[in-house]
């Protein structure tokens, strides 16, 4: 395992090939996940591209630092973590919350930036009445209470099926993450509004969307595509909230599509 402390955060992270041979390729995973969200797509991409995992604070093994959490602070954390390992203009994957700390990452950091993967995510995700109840339900009752609507909309029916022993680590994951982290992004996800920002991207972008999703459905996710000139719209079928779980080979071609469309130094 490797970690390192950033603003004052001990950040879990896993840096997979070298940063200086390969394209680089970032990811940045949804609320109530860990980064082993991603193993079976980097699996898939290894190949060709080094890549970047981490858990953002209050997640996974990273500490849980001053709550509430803005996304500019999981932002920065991140710019700090590539600026210490020397990541220069990587693609940034982010997935739901993901993808408003891509937003934001690329608002604040540009050069860090070469291209945006937004998965699942918005410009603007939920209202603020919705964060507001999650948050009161899960301070008073652990996100135990909120588990089985929110992996409704992470994960399709036939993966819910409850001899598949995978979705239910994957309720282990959710329940076991920190209150005060989950919250804390939960206030961060709430206060996030990139309408505008998307407006001003000007690297090229991909949104990418599960089929069926209940957290941010396609139409959502290609309302953010229009805001964004030039980004490409693409559906994974048979996907729920997470296709890199549930559909990590679609998710994989349709990522290197994008990616060989990519210009300037492939390296």
Same mark, same amino acid.
């Given at each position: 395992?490797?970690?390192?402390?950033?603003? /004052?955060? #001990?950040?879990?992270?896993?840096?997979? %090939? #070298? *940063?200086?041979?390969?394209?680089?390729?970032?990811?940045?995973?949804?609320?109530?996940?860990?980064? @082993?969200?991603?193993?079976?797509?980097? =699996?898939?991409?290894?190949?060709?591209?080094?890549?970047? =995992?981490?858990?953002?604070?209050?997640? %996974?093994?990273?500490?849980?630092?001053? *709550?509430?959490?803005?996304?500019?602070?999981?932002?920065?954390?991140?710019?700090?973590?590539?600026? @210490?390992?020397?990541?220069?203009?990587?693609?940034?994957?982010?997935?739901?919350? %993901?993808?408003?700390?891509?937003?934001?990452?690329?608002?604040?950091?540009?050069?860090?930036?070469?291209?945006?993967?937004?998965?699942?995510?918005? &410009?603007?995700?939920?209202?603020?009445?919705?964060? !507001?109840? @999650?948050?009161?339900?899960?301070?008073? &009752?652990?996100?135990?209470?909120?588990? !089985?609507? *929110?992996?409704?909309?992470?994960?399709?029916?036939?993966?819910?099926?409850?001899?598949?022993?995978?979705?239910?680590?994957?309720?282990?994951?959710?329940?076991?993450?920190?209150? +005060? %982290?989950?919250?804390?992004?939960?206030?961060?996800?709430?206060?996030?509004?990139?309408?505008?920002?998307?407006?001003?991207?000007?690297? +090229?972008?991909?949104?990418? *969307?599960?089929?069926?999703?209940?957290?941010?459905?396609?139409?959502?996710?290609?309302?953010?595509?229009?805001?964004?000139?030039?980004?490409?719209?693409?559906?994974?079928? !048979?996907?729920?909230?997470? +296709?890199?779980?549930?559909? +990590?080979? #679609?998710?994989? #071609?349709?990522?290197?599509?994008?990616?060989?469309? =990519?210009?300037? /130094?492939?390296?």
């Amino acid at each position: 395992m490797q970690f390192t402390r950033i603003n /004052d955060i #001990a950040i879990h992270y896993r840096l997979i %090939g #070298a *940063v200086a041979e390969k394209p680089v390729l970032v990811f940045i995973n949804s609320l109530g996940t860990d980064f @082993r969200i991603w193993d079976d797509l980097v =699996l898939r991409l290894s190949d060709a591209f080094a890549a970047v =995992l981490y858990d953002k604070r209050g997640h %996974g093994l990273s500490d849980i630092g001053q *709550v509430p959490y803005a996304i500019e602070d999981h932002a920065t954390d991140l710019a700090g973590l590539l600026d @210490r390992l020397q990541v220069k203009r990587a693609i940034i994957c982010g997935l739901s919350v %993901g993808g408003l700390i891509a937003q934001s990452l690329y608002q604040r950091r540009p050069d860090l930036v070469r291209a945006l993967v937004l998965a699942d995510t918005a &410009h603007k995700i939920g209202t603020a009445e919705m964060w !507001d109840a @999650r948050i009161a339900a899960i301070e008073a &009752h652990g996100i135990e209470a909120v588990a !089985d609507a *929110v992996l409704e909309r992470w994960f399709t029916p036939a993966f819910r099926r409850p001899e598949n022993v995978a979705f239910a680590c994957y309720r282990n994951m959710l329940i076991r993450q920190p209150v +005060p %982290g989950y919250a804390g992004t939960c206030a961060a996800i709430r206060d996030a509004d990139y309408t505008e920002a998307t407006g001003e991207i000007s690297v +090229p972008v991909l949104c990418v *969307v599960g089929d069926q999703d209940g957290s941010t459905p396609p139409d959502l996710v290609r309302s953010t595509a229009g805001l964004i000139p030039g980004a490409r719209f693409e559906v994974i079928r !048979d996907a729920g909230h997470i +296709p890199c779980v549930e559909q +990590p080979e #679609a998710l994989a #071609a349709t990522l290197r599509d994008f990616f060989i469309s =990519l210009p300037g /130094d492939k390296r």
